[in-house]
């Protein structure tokens, strides 16, 4: 075995350990010299000697001093070897590696320095260590010591120089390298990864861009960074990363869609618009790739719809229109129900515009996978109607267009109509804050015949009789108001004379029994007067309560309006009307003369003329004398005359198939059990008060009665809130 003793002399290798730089320096020349002498003799057993000696006593050893002389002896058998070199890197680099990691920044300085000069020589030859020089390089590029963050600068541009003219380097090996410390926090680290990725990029040989998505996260991740050059390095990246997918015919969409998906929901304002600006272009390249991504996608897109920043507003609406252009099959990876689960968790998002598009959405899926949407009505369906108590009057009209396109099915349109009811009997704010909206809406898309029609239907048989007047009430002042309703009220008014008119007044007849002011102010609208005035003279003490009373009020009112000036002008010929005088008499009579409605209807009925009883005298039974006074102060006359002035015979109370008869007693059966039940809840509360005295301790009793006021008078009956 080959001494190494005997090939160094002892002056030399005394030198190398010496604390002096310079002495230590002449020493390595000595040993380079020698090993080229070698060398050119063969005799690498020898070689193999030296270095074996500068590892274990020198490299190795406890003393730093000797530690650095074993770095730059080792360097020096290097350049020693020159073209021979190869043969003994298994020798000579790792012990330089692990000098890398030792606690002795100067030692570590001089390991950089080592594997610069022995890179310097072998060059493409020290690949194989890529993976471990590239490691040790990582952990220098954040060194505590300045100088060795120096040093191994240098060393990392020699080390790429020597990559990127190598045919021997392997990325597929790298790339698990990157991948693993891309989400490093270190500064200097990142900077370091994100020159390498630049470098890497810049080899035409080398495909960085089919391994993007293993590093991609990583470089979205150093957006965010504290530091500016970092970040704008990062962007740097990633802007030439983009330019080359466009121009690649080839590149994994879907796995980088699942990470900028993540990323555009990032805090920092900068990542979230690159994640964007990436998602834009890949929904505008990636085509059929991106289909099963689509309900990630929009759940990316929807809140940056509504972002702070007008920059990722502009980019996200734009992305979002051309992803709901694309024309895709059900049967292609399209999941309908996995875009609607997106689209409804929105619904209840903070922002209006989130909430508008995500209800666009619904609605183009139902337009362009109908069968699809409806399958999974149920589990949406409440969410929508939810949505109807939204603050927004535009987020509002939408869901209902939804509703209307959902509802073009005979049996989805009831459905609609009782989770509609279900609702307004559930939250009666939301009944008195959009119903008027809602139903005036449906009646525009659905048509308003249709929808009243089955809300009469539904209304007819609804058990709770107090929601059901509460319904009524409230279709019954849509009915009379809405401009949207004008072509049934116009229809309504041709009861008497046309077909359709007459079975939609038996349609609404049956639900509107639930309340005597509505079906008063139905007959009123269907020139029904004798019907009317049969129906005010049928009512009982019970029925005028505080509630139709204020019902009343609005009605006098609503009859100053235009929806009833055919009404009143109808009253410049009493003679011909005259069951519309008895009929508004008769309301007058039920009316407190100290209310305001009292005085506008007897003010009304003051002004009918009394020029208009001359002529009209054929129409009366009584003697032609009857003057407008007489009329006033005698509105019991008997008189049998149709709408239109032609007498009827005795019991005939039948115009136009329309059967009166049976409709007071189809609106009286209805009271009797309005009454019934108010009965029934008044006896209940009564209980209930009864049941809380009964649970008081006796002292509570005693103070109560000893605190009460014998001689204060009964509070005054609240006036129940106006239904709407």
């Not at 115009?655 to 007693?665: M, T, V, W």
Request: glycine share 4%.
């Amino acid at each position: 075995m080959v001494d190494a003793l005997s090939c160094i002399p002892a002056p030399v290798l005394r030198n190398l350990a010496d604390k002096l730089y310079e002495k230590r320096k002449n020493a390595a020349i000595e040993v380079e010299g020698i090993v080229k002498q070698m060398s050119s003799t063969g005799e690498h057993e020898k070689i193999t000697a030296v270095i074996k000696l500068l590892t274990d006593e020198y490299t190795f050893s406890p003393q730093s001093n000797h530690r650095k002389g074993g770095l730059i002896g080792l360097a020096a058998v290097t350049v020693g070897l020159t073209s021979e070199a190869s043969q003994h890197l298994e020798q000579i680099v790792p012990p330089v590696l692990q000098s890398f990691s030792d606690h002795d920044s100067r030692v570590r300085y001089y390991a950089c320095e080592a594997l610069y000069n022995i890179a310097k020589v072998v060059r493409g030859e020290f690949i194989v260590f890529f993976n471990q020089i590239f490691d040790a390089l990582c952990k220098l590029s954040a060194d505590s010591a300045a100088n060795v963050q120096s040093a191994a600068h240098l060393l990392d541009r020699l080390v790429k120089d020597i990559v990127t003219e190598s045919d021997q380097f392997s990325i597929e090996e790298f790339i698990p390298l990157l991948r693993d410390r891309m989400n490093v926090l270190n500064p200097y680290v990142r900077q370091f990864l994100v020159g390498w990725i630049t470098v890497l990029d810049s080899v035409p040989d080398i495909d960085m861009l089919g391994f993007l998505p293993d590093f991609l996260d990583g470089l979205f991740n150093m957006l965010s960074d504290s530091s500016h050059e970092i970040r704008q390095q990062a962007d740097s990246a990633l802007s030439e990363f983009l330019q080359e997918i466009k121009n690649s015919p080839s590149v994994d969409y879907g796995r980088m869609a699942e990470i900028l998906v993540q990323r555009a929901e990032a805090i920092d304002e900068f990542t979230r618009q690159t994640a964007i600006t990436w998602i834009n272009e890949f929904v505008k390249l990636g085509g059929d790739q991106l289909v099963p991504y689509y309900a990630d996608i929009l759940g990316a897109i929807l809140p940056c719809i509504s972002d702070k920043e007008d920059k990722i507003r502009v980019v996200a609406r734009e992305t979002n229109d051309e992803l709901r252009s694309f024309k895709v099959a059900s049967g292609e990876g399209f999941d309908v129900g996995a875009i609607l689960v997106v689209a409804k968790g929105h619904l209840s998002s903070e922002w209006e515009a989130t909430r508008i598009e995500a209800l666009h959405w619904i609605s183009a899926l139902l337009d362009k996978h109908r069968v699809e949407v409806l399958s999974f009505l149920s589990d949406i369906v409440d969410t929508l109607l939810k949505a109807l108590s939204d603050s927004s009057d535009e987020v509002v009209l939408l869901v209902l267009e939804v509703h209307a396109c959902i509802a073009k099915d005979t049996e989805h349109f009831r459905n609609l109509l009782v989770y509609l009811l279900d609702a307004f009997q559930n939250d009666h704010s939301l009944l008195e804050k959009r119903g008027a909206l809602i139903i005036r809406r449906l009646c525009v898309l659905l048509g308003a015949q249709t929808v009243y029609r089955e809300l009469s239907s539904i209304l007819q048989k609804e058990p709770d009789l107090d929601f059901a007047f509460i319904m009524v009430q409230a279709l019954n002042l849509i009915l009379l108001t809405s401009s949207e309703l004008s072509e049934l009220r116009e229809l309504l008014k041709q009861s008497l004379v046309n077909c359709a008119g007459r079975d939609l007044f038996h349609a609404l007849y049956a639900s509107w029994c639930h309340s005597p002011m509505a079906i008063i102010s139905l007959c009123l609208l269907t020139q029904t007067y004798q019907h009317a005035s049969t129906v005010i003279q049928s009512m009982v003490e019970e029925d005028i309560s505080i509630k139709f009373l204020v019902q009343l009020d609005k009605l006098i009112r609503l009859l100053e309006t235009p929806t009833f000036s055919y009404l009143r002008l109808q009253l410049l010929e009493p003679g011909r009307y005259t069951w519309l005088l008895k009929a508004l008499y008769g309301l007058l009579m039920l009316l407190p003369q100290q209310s305001a409605a009292f005085k506008i209807l007897r003010t009304r009925l003051k002004t009918v003329p009394t020029y208009s009883f001359v002529g009209e005298q054929k129409y009366w039974s009584t003697p032609p004398e009857t003057s407008h006074s007489k009329i006033s102060n005698h509105v019991d006359i008997e008189l049998h005359y149709t709408q239109d002035g032609v007498m009827m015979q005795d019991g005939e109370n039948m115009s136009n198939g329309i059967n009166f008869d049976s409709r007071l007693k189809q609106f009286k059966q209805m009271q009797q059990e309005h009454r019934v039940n108010a009965k029934s809840q008044a006896q209940l509360r009564k209980s209930s008060v009864n049941m809380t005295k009964e649970v008081q301790r006796p002292e509570e009793n005693e103070q109560s009665s000893s605190t009460t006021d014998t001689n204060q008078p009964p509070q005054s009956v609240k006036k129940p809130p106006a239904q709407l």
